[in-house]
């Protein structure tokens, strides 16, 4: 939320919150299901109300910025095991899109994984790998507990280790590429 020159030691100057920077785009809540429950209901106040108060300020300020929350919980359960706040809970769910894991989607690997690899090639201004049909099948083949975070750190793995413009077989956590 931001807070206001003095409100504790060393803010030396006003910070605004995303809330109020985000102006009228969208602010993402990733991982709301991390959230405890002492913040819970500051954030549903802040969102019922459109309004926020920065920390040491005496007055509120509205905001205009969209929200849209992410997790990998289930809200639902932990509503009900009073890990969650029910009126919080459906005041985010206004709209629900579920997406299943990456092992449920292995049509969307190979995508993904060239789109990560170009990411991480361009980072760390290296040349994109081309992967071998054998690594991509062990690739494929893995069933991705960490879904597509995982998968964007092997593509950032392969990245760093390919050599000659090549995806090397190389070991990954638990995922191990074929050797030749």
């Excluded at 509205?62 to 890990?83: K, P, Q």
């Amino acid at each position: 939320f931001g807070h206001v020159r003095g409100a504790f030691t060393d803010a030396r100057f006003d910070r605004t919150g995303l809330l109020i920077a985000a102006g009228s785009g969208t602010v993402l809540l990733d991982e709301i299901g991390e959230l405890g429950l002492v913040l819970q209901p500051k954030l549903l106040r802040a969102i019922e109300q459109r309004c926020v108060r920065p920390l040491g300020a005496v007055s509120e300020r509205a905001f205009e910025a969209r929200i849209v929350a992410a997790t990998n919980r289930d809200l639902e359960a932990d509503v009900s095991a009073g890990r969650f706040r029910a009126d919080l809970f459906y005041r985010l769910a206004v709209l629900r899109i579920e997406m299943p894991p990456l092992r449920s989607r292995r049509e969307d690997i190979a995508g993904l994984l060239r789109h990560f690899l170009r990411r991480s090639a361009r980072e760390a201004c290296r040349v994109e790998p081309e992967v071998q049909e054998d690594v991509l099948a062990s690739i494929m083949a893995w069933s991705w507990p960490g879904n597509v975070r995982e998968l964007a750190n092997c593509a950032e793995h392969l990245v760093q280790f390919c050599r000659g413009g090549r995806a090397e077989p190389v070991s990954y956590t638990h995922l191990t590429l074929p050797t030749k």
